[in-house]
């Protein structure tokens, strides 16, 4: 089933290029189905490759899904033109008063500042506050999920004296839930932070440790109860993304490393290749699967 994305979004061409399969809106109504509504609060500074990153891989799935974008009030990104954001994203203020099946908060190049630094973490509080009675579930991407950990159980960061940076691999630790169906004991993920969770907060909580790496600890947990998911690294990320990420640190004089496990040879001069993204299919199809299998189909009872 495609996914359905705003009209005349320049990804689409990208997106198109790719095979994914779409859906205009005006397609979309004519369906007798209600589509999973995703709320995709993008706060990283390269929006336009973020954007056909997520519908890249929730367009990989037999459900049709409309993706709404969402951006900060109080914040202006600097990467992103006004009136690119004024067309395709919406504010808090535009979606008070409307339900979605889960939102989705991403990573953002933040992460050293203590979380009340943050210069839009009050609107922040109040978008995660408002999720709790207008989108069923909640997934949290690197400092997205570090976001939510703090605000909704007090699981707090620590920093690390070096960056984790590189292809880490990761062991299943737990197969509960239709999450982890047809993953491998062991699987590969990008890792691009200068913090942490340790594991003994999230045990101390109860929540659900998913996936482990004996070097950079938690890589994925869950809360049962609501059904939250809190993913510390990006299984989205394309194979060019870690080089960007490298090249923009290098030139801004930063003493990044190489990043681990993902250059042919370690030499940045090679093309990497993706050897991950298998499992972000199967990440993202095995949660919107599980989503649409327990989210309601009346989205205003969440108020309720």
């Keep these: 089933m495609p996914i359905r994305v705003p009209d005349s979004l320049p990804a689409l061409d990208d997106l198109a290029a790719e095979g994914v399969d779409l859906i205009a809106s005006g397609q979309a109504l004519k369906q007798d189905i209600r589509p999973l509504r995703l709320l995709l609060l993008n706060l990283m500074p390269t929006k336009k490759v973020t954007e056909i990153q997520f519908a890249r891989l929730f367009g990989c799935s037999p459900l049709q899904v409309e993706l709404i974008l969402m951006t900060t009030e109080s914040y202006t990104p600097k990467n992103t033109e006004p009136a690119y954001l004024r067309r395709f994203y919406r504010q808090l203020s535009d979606v008070e008063n409307d339900y979605f099946d889960a939102l989705i908060i991403t990573g953002a190049p933040i992460e050293t500042k203590p979380f009340e630094e943050v210069s839009y973490w009050p609107e922040l509080v109040g978008i995660m506050n408002w999720s709790k009675k207008h989108c069923f579930r909640r997934l949290g991407i690197c400092w997205g999920a570090q976001a939510l950990l703090y605000h909704f159980y007090g699981l707090p960061k620590y920093q690390m004296e ?10 299943i630790t737990s197969h509960s839930g239709r999450l982890m169906h047809g993953f491998t004991t062991t699987f590969p993920m990008p890792v691009s932070r200068y913090t942490m969770n340790k594991k003994n ?30 993913v510390l ?7 060019e993304t870690l080089n960007s990420e490298y090249k923009r640190d290098k030139n801004d004089g930063m003493d990044t490393p190489l990043p681990r496990n993902y250059y042919p040879q370690n030499n940045p001069e090679l093309t990497p290749q993706n050897y ?9 199809a095995n949660w919107l699967n599980d989503l649409y299998q327990d989210t309601l189909f009346d989205l205003s009872k969440l108020e309720n």
């Excluded at 960056?163 to 691999?169: A, L, M």
């Excluded at 109860?206 to 950079?216: D, K, M, V, Y």
């Excluded at 991950?276 to 993202?284: M, Q, S």
Aim: net charge negative; glycine share 8%; proline share 2%.
């Design 162 to 171: 070096k960056k984790f940076f590189g292809i880490y691999e990761h062991s």
């Design 201 to 230: 907060d999230f045990l101390k909580i109860g929540l659900n440790i998913l996936a482990e790496s004996n070097e950079i600890g938690v890589g994925m947990a869950r809360d049962k109860s609501t059904g939250d998911l809190f």
């Design 233 to 239: 690294n990006h299984l989205e990320y394309d194979a």
């Design 276 to 284: 991950w993204r298998p499992f972000a299919y199967l990440l993202c």
